[in-house]
Every structure is written in C-alpha cells, then in structure tokens.
C-alpha cells in the first residue's frame, strides 16, 4: 500500500488575518509578520528530503510556499503545484466581512452569537451547514461541497505520488482544522490553527493518520 508523508502548513499571516476579516475564497497579501511566519516554517522543515511542493491557488498560500521552500537546501530540485482543491472554504456572500460580524449572523439561526458558541456546540462540519444557510446568495460551501473538494485534492495528490514520498502541502486553517476533526478528532482542542504552523499526515490509499497538528516549534 502506497504511503506518502505530508507536512501541511497553514499559509503566514495576511493583511485580512490582521484585521479580523473572513477570509476564504477571497485574498490579501502577506504581513511581515506572515512572512516571518512562512520563514519559520521553511526553517523547521529544511532537513526534510521533499520531492515536491503543494499549496492552493491562493496567493498567500503559494507565497509562503515560496518563501518556506528557499529555506531547503535542495529548493531548486523540488517540484511546486497549485491545486485549487486545497483552498480554504468558501463563505459566499461574507467574505470580507469582519469575522465576529459573520458568527452573529450565522448564530442567529441558532440562537449563539459567536463562533466558539457555535463550533462548540455544533462542531466543524454542521458550522459549515449553517454558513451555507445563512449566505444569502446561497453561495457558501456547504459541508458536501467542501469535503467532495478536498478529497477529490487528496486523490490528485495519491496519484501524483510515489510509495514513502515526503510532500510539502501549504493550506489554510480550517481547511487543516477540518482534516483533523475528521480523521484525528481527539487532536481537534478547539483551537484555530495558527499561522505558519505544521501539522503532519501520513496519506495511504484509502486512509489519513494525523501524526501531530499545528506545531511551531517542530524540529526535521
């Protein structure tokens, strides 16, 4: 059975993650803070022989790959991709908005006012559910959409791999966060997943371990 390590890194801080904002689809540029964040990453994951480079197709996420990659001695041999699959979920008509603002909204269906109410009580996957209900263009992924997405980005990846290949993957929080909610909820403490942070899967044929989520001080 084919097995592939992958290390996923949440993209640096952005100009949206500053203020607040809800930031899914949508886009901004990376902080310094950012990317420092990215810098960090890069650092503690140098020793690591990576045989090719993954992230979404958003700009914060290949700019932190970019910038995490130069930190590897062997940068120039590794192989980068962009796949959409590997985006952060979509929030339709509150992307942009402040973030607070949007679990007000969202709980308000549920009679919960914030997002810790909310994922607290509901979780990850039916939070999603109710995003999808309270965008009023009906364009918020929905908790369907969104894993049909990312899986169909974990079989493109199994594909574009060999037996015992180490991967970079550079994502976004809740789109880490969800992965291990699903496949390793006891690891899921309630907490975001922070910026620039590492959290490592072992991808086999028709399975996902989490070996360890959001670290900052991982040492290759």
Do not use: C
């Given at each position: 059975?084919?097995?592939?390590?992958?290390?996923?890194?949440?993209?640096?801080?952005?100009?949206?993650?500053?203020?607040?904002?809800?930031?899914?689809?949508?886009?901004?540029?990376?902080?310094?803070?950012?990317?420092?964040?990215?810098?960090?990453?890069?650092?503690?994951?140098?020793?690591i022989p990576f045989v090719a480079a993954y992230s979404s197709d958003s700009g914060r996420a290949i700019e932190t790959a970019h910038i995490a990659l130069r930190q590897n001695p062997a940068n120039m041999n590794i192989v980068s991709y962009q796949y959409p699959e590997f985006r952060e979920q979509c929030h339709g008509y509150f992307e942009g908005n402040d973030l607070n603002q949007m679990?007000?909204?969202?709980?308000?269906?549920?009679?919960?006012?914030?997002?810790?109410?909310?994922?607290?009580?509901?979780?990850?996957?039916?939070?999603?559910?109710?995003?999808?209900?309270?965008?009023?263009?009906?364009?918020?992924?929905?908790?369907?959409?969104?894993?049909?997405?990312?899986?169909?980005?974990?079989?493109?990846?199994?594909?574009?791999?060999?037996?015992?290949?180490?991967?970079?993957?550079?994502?976004?929080?809740?789109?880490?966060?969800?992965?291990?909610?699903?496949?390793?909820?006891?690891?899921?403490?309630?907490?975001?997943?922070?910026?620039?942070?590492?959290?490592?899967?072992?991808?086999?044929?028709?399975?996902?371990?989490?070996?360890?989520?959001?670290?900052?001080?991982?040492?290759?």
């Open positions: 059975m084919k097995k592939i390590t992958a290390y996923f890194v949440r993209h640096g801080q952005t100009m949206l993650n500053h203020y607040n904002k809800v930031q899914g689809w949508i886009d901004s540029p990376l902080t310094a803070k950012g990317r420092a964040d990215a810098k960090r990453a890069g650092e503690q994951l140098k020793n679990w007000q909204f969202v709980g308000a269906q549920v009679k919960l006012t914030s997002e810790s109410a909310v994922l607290g009580t509901y979780g990850l996957e039916k939070a999603r559910d109710l995003i999808h209900q309270a965008d009023l263009y009906g364009e918020a992924e929905n908790n369907d959409m969104f894993w049909k997405r990312l899986d169909r980005g974990f079989d493109k990846l199994r594909a574009n791999s060999q037996d015992g290949d180490e991967v970079l993957v550079v994502s976004h929080g809740m789109t880490i966060r969800s992965i291990v909610d699903r496949y390793a909820p006891d690891l899921d403490l309630g907490v975001a997943t922070i910026n620039g942070s590492i959290t490592k899967l072992e991808i086999t044929d028709d399975d996902i371990h989490v070996d360890f989520f959001n670290k900052v001080d991982f040492q290759s």
